[in-house]
């Protein structure tokens, strides 16, 4: 029925729509055109909505959905925002009467309809967050009523045209995050109603127009990221209603001018990394509602300017590499809400403003890389929340009072490249927080290391080096659970180098220059006893060192990864087999086969248990090497290949639950989804579970992406690796869709079977030692290193969009053919920032991109373009704004479409 209704009207559109072209239209009424013209579009962009609940009243499409009337029927509001739509929108113009659209969160691509020029009564246009390229049509400039344009977020090109000065009564301009270039035109400074103004991530250069915001009641400028040059101009605060100003990242000069003072509601300024010059000036203090005040990475100078301190909301001072001097005024104490204070990089001297420290909220204090003197004063932890007390590079005397045990929420504490004198004291052992790093190198401490040290069992980087410290490294140190980099070097250090990994981990540059001290890393052996252990070790750190990589180390100075119970079972195993290897178990040792159980029916008589556990026996059946489990491939006398996983660390509570087990890998077998490995059995002997999967002859999609050059394979071309990434973010979509947290996400825990269907493995480690659910007493699972998102640093917890993290360095990978951590990218550089960082080294995103791949045609490089920036947002900073990896899917699933 409503077919036939909507063929007939079909056909009455198409025989009125020539009449209209043919006759003169006043014949035919206004309102008839509406509705012809929204019934052509509803089929157009295949809205539904349009089709059927409209034609039930065909005269009332008033009341269909997304559509609002003025009183004389005349459709006046289109609102079709997040509905996944695209197709040809010129038909849009012929609804004259349109004051309000927004097509915002869809897809839409091609150009801008110019015919959108001819909407004359439009008021408000928002196009944000799809995929419109091309330039901004000039036809715009006819849209005399506009006050709100946004066509952020796009793919739009060129410049922002002199066309649209037309625009004169526009209060909201929004273009950020397209490619746009050539200047900002002129007539945006003549706007009388201008309100907002956003042109940030573009390519835009040459100056800010001198009357900007004079003649206008600008509230939010945002023009950061581009290259914009010449200075901020005097009138832009001449209206004073500015209450936002970002012009981050661009080239602009000059001083800040005076009349900044002005704007009392300016909460937020961030004006760093550009080329400023002069001061801050006084008038800064005029601004009471200032909350943020960024200008890093300028070449600002003189004394810090003390009126700052009557801005007495201010949260966030960062003034931190420029070319400031003197000290920093007591007055600071004042600002009672100020969380961060940066002036690292300067020239600034004076004591460490003890005012300072004694605000309760403070969070940061780095005064690194100045000339501060004077001693660390004892009420340096009086405020309680300091969590980073940064003092490194300085000139500071004395000794560390044994009050820095209060810092008790201390993450770093940085006092190395001072003059510090006197001992270490035992009170540091107090701040369990400590967890980024202790470096008190490069100082002239003496004595002895004090036992207490050991008590940091969070801490990830030790540096004690080029100090007179003497005596032997405690045993206790051993409790320092967690640590990856450390350095003794440089001291009177004696005895032998106590057993524990992360030591012997270590190059023999951080012990080297110590008389005394023996063992190894050393070349220097201890005597008999030690002799033959100290050689082994020898062997198997070398082995266990070139595995991790020392890409490794200097990741972990940016990222905490704490690696906690790998160190516990190592040691455990250090303590339990003396020195012995753990992969190394004798044959004749026989292990003792608890319970075995095979899942798969048709599969119970090809499966032979013994030969499972002997095939795990061998190094050369090794796989893989992952956080959790090694991989051994094991064939079956029946000719079945499996893929064997053995359990590095299976927490003991899971061993003593075994029903349990046994219960979620049933559980596991039975979810079935296309993109995730199934076990099919598994066996647990002695303290060993092993889990039986299907084999992959294609191997992992980390082997697939980074050597198979080397092995003259096949590679897999920019569509394949597209349906690989779909797969991944369908595979992970469906776990998070059952509340399932995969704890470990890497390239090398995808597999690839012969059709390179990815298939995600490591799911059944979610469910026996998900943390959250107390099934183990592990508190630090973190998952591979380069794909543990940022925020995991402090929450301390893998979450949905952690997950969406990881997969969004997968994605890196799969389009830059670049491996997470490289050292290549430079120190403290992983590929996320190496990519993040790719506008501020002047590099274009297609010089990121695996030319191999992009080079070939122009739909290849778009596709990848739009996927870069899919990756992009899966790794942004803040995890609230990583999209789900249900919508992943989708946005990956649409550049497949797009073409
Ligand atoms: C159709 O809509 C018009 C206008 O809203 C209304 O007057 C009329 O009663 C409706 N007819 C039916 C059959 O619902
Ligand atoms: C959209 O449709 C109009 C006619 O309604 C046509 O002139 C135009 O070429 C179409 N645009 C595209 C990109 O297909
Ligand atoms: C705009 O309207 C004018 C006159 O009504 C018409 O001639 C022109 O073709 C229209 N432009 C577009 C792009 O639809
Ligand atoms: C686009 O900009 C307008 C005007 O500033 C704003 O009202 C609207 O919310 C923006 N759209 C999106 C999707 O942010
Ligand atoms: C702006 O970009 C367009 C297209 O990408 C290019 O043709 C033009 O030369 C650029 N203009 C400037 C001023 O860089
Ligand atoms: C801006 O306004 C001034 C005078 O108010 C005028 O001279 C100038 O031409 C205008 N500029 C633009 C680009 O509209
Ligand atoms: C603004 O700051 C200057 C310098 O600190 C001061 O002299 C002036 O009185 C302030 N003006 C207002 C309106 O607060
Ligand atoms: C300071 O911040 C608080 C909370 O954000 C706000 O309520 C208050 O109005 C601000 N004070 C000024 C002077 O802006």
């Known amino acids: 029925m409503a077919n036939f209704w909507f063929l007939i009207l079909t056909i009455g559109f198409l025989v009125l729509s020539w009449f209209h072209n043919s006759v003169n239209s006043e014949i035919i009424n206004g309102d008839h055109d509406d509705l012809f013209t929204l019934v052509a579009i509803g089929k157009e962009l295949k809205l539904l909505d349009w089709d059927e609940n409209g034609l039930k009243n065909t005269s009332n499409y008033c009341s269909w959905p997304h559509i609002t009337c003025s009183s004389s029927q005349l459709v ?47 008021e408000f246009l928002d196009l944000s967050y799809n995929k419109f390229d091309g330039s901004i049509p000039i036809e715009l400039g006819k849209l005399k009523n506009l006050e709100s344009l946004n ?126 010059i002069g001061n801050v000036p006084k008038e800064i203090g005029n601004l009471s509602s200032l909350a943020y005040f960024e200008a890093d990475n300028n070449n600002l100078s003189g004394e810090i300017v003390q009126e700052f301190a009557q801005c007495s ?23 009672i809400n100020l969380q961060e204070l940066i002036v690292s990089g300067n020239n600034l001297s004076g004591e460490i403003p003890t005012s300072v420290l004694s605000n309760k909220n403070l969070n940061k204090i780095d005064l690194s890389n100045n000339r501060f003197n004077g001693s660390i004063p004892k009420s340096v932890c009086n405020s309680s929340r300091l969590q980073y007390l940064l003092l490194g590079q300085n000139s500071l005397i004395g000794e560390i009072p044994n009050e820095i045990g209060n810092c008790v929420k201390l993450l770093e504490l940085q006092l190395g490249g001072n003059h510090l004198t006197g001992v270490i004291p ?7 927080n400590l967890q980024i790093a202790l470096n008190l190198s490069f100082n002239h401490l ?75 890393p050393l070349n220097s052996f201890c005597g008999n006893s030690n002799g033959p252990e100290s050689f082994h070790h020898k062997v198997s750190y070398r082995i266990v060192l070139a595995v991790i990589g020392s890409g490794l180390l200097v990741f972990m100075s940016v990222t905490i990864v704490v690696v906690l119970f790998m160190m516990r079972e190592k040691q455990e195993k250090v303590a339990k087999t003396a020195g012995k290897e753990d992969e190394e178990i004798d044959d004749n040792n026989k292990p003792s086969m608890i319970l075995g159980n095979v899942f798969v029916d048709n599969l119970k008589q090809a499966i032979d248990f013994d030969v499972v556990v002997k095939a795990t026996l061998k190094d050369s059946n090794k796989i893989s090497s992952g956080t959790f489990s090694t991989i051994y491939k094991a064939e ?56 039986l999967h299907q084999f992959l002859p294609n191997g992992s999609l980390a082997r697939f992406l980074h050597e198979s050059s080397k092995e003259q394979e096949y590679k897999p071309d920019w569509p394949v690796r597209l349906s690989i990434a779909i797969g991944v973010a369908e595979g992970l979509a469906f776990l998070h869709h059952l509340a399932i947290i995969h704890l470990d996400i890497s390239s090398g825990n995808i597999f690839l079977d012969s059709n390179f269907r990815p298939l995600v493995g490591e799911v059944e480690i979610s469910k026996l030692l998900d943390p959250s659910r107390g ?12 794909y543990i998102p940022p925020e995991y640093a402090y929450t301390m917890q893998v979450t949905a969009p952690g997950n969406v993290y990881s997969f969004g360095v997968i994605l890196l990978e799969i389009l830059t053919t670049r491996v997470p951590v490289d050292e290549e990218f430079g120190e403290g550089v992983d590929l996320v920032k190496w990519v993040q960082g790719a506008p501020t080294r002047g590099e274009t995103p297609e ?26 947002i899966c790794t942004d900073t803040t995890p609230a704004k990583r999209p789900k990896m249900k919508k992943v899917v989708e946005m990956l699933q649409e550049i497949t479409e797009s073409k």
């Open 151 to 276: 066509l952020s977020n796009n793919l739009l090109i060129g410049s922002i045209p002199i066309e649209l000065d037309g625009l004169v009564k526009l209060h909201d301009l929004q273009v950020y995050s397209n490619q746009l270039n050539g200047s900002i035109p002129n007539w945006v400074g003549n706007l009388t109603n201008l309100r907002v103004f956003t042109a940030y991530e573009n390519e835009l250069s040459g100056k800010i127009p001198e009357s900007l915001g004079a003649f206008s009641e600008l509230q939010l400028l945002n023009l950061h990221s581009n290259y914009l040059e010449g200075s901020i101009p005097d009138r832009l605060f001449a209206n004073g209603k500015l209450e936002f100003l970002v012009l981050t990242q661009n080239k602009l000069s000059g001083v800040l001018p005076d009349s900044v003072g002005i704007c009392k509601d300016l909460s937020s300024i961030r004006i760093g990394n550009n080329e400023f």
């Open 847 to 872: 010089q990121i991109l695996d030319a191999k791949l992009s080079t070939v045609s122009f739909s290849w490089r778009k596709e990848m373009l739009l996927a870069l920036k899919v990756a992009l």
């Open 76 to 122: 006046e509001k289109i609102v079709l925002s997040r509905l996944n739509l695209q197709g040809n929108l010129t038909l849009l113009s012929q609804l004259k009467s349109l004051k309000w659209l927004d097509l915002s969160f869809n897809t839409f691509h091609g150009t801008i309809p110019q015919s959108f020029g001819n909407l004359s009564d439009l």
């Open 446 to 520: 003496h004595g002895q290391l004090p036992p207490d040290l050991g008590k940091l069992d969070k801490l990830v980087s030790l540096d004690l080096s080029n100090n007179q410290l003497t005596g032997d490294i405690p045993l206790a140190l051993r409790g320092m659970l967690s640590l990856i980099d450390v350095n003794f070097a440089n001291n009177h250090l004696t005895g032998p180098i106590p057993t524990f990994a992360p030591f012997q981990k270590s190059p023999n540059s951080s012990f080297e220059k110590n008389a005394g001290l023996c063992g190894y």
């Open 313 to 335: 909301n201010l949260t966030l001072l960062n003034l931190a590499s420029n070319g400031f001097n003197g000290i920093i005024p007591p007055v600071f104490g004042e600002m």
């Open 636 to 691: 079956m006398p029946s000719g079945l290949t499996l893929s064997v996983k053995r359990l590095k660390s299976i927490d003991k509570t899971i061993l003593h639950q075994q029903s349990k087990v046994i219960r979620e890998l049933e559980r596991l077998n039975n979810l079935c989804h296309d993109n995730l490995i199934r076990p099919i059995g598994f066996a647990i002997y002695d303290d060993v579970a092993l889990l």
């Open 426 to 432: 035992p009170e540091i052992g107090k701040i369990k």
């Open 775 to 786: 099934t183990a007493s592990i508190s630090a699972v973190a998952g591979s290193f380069g």
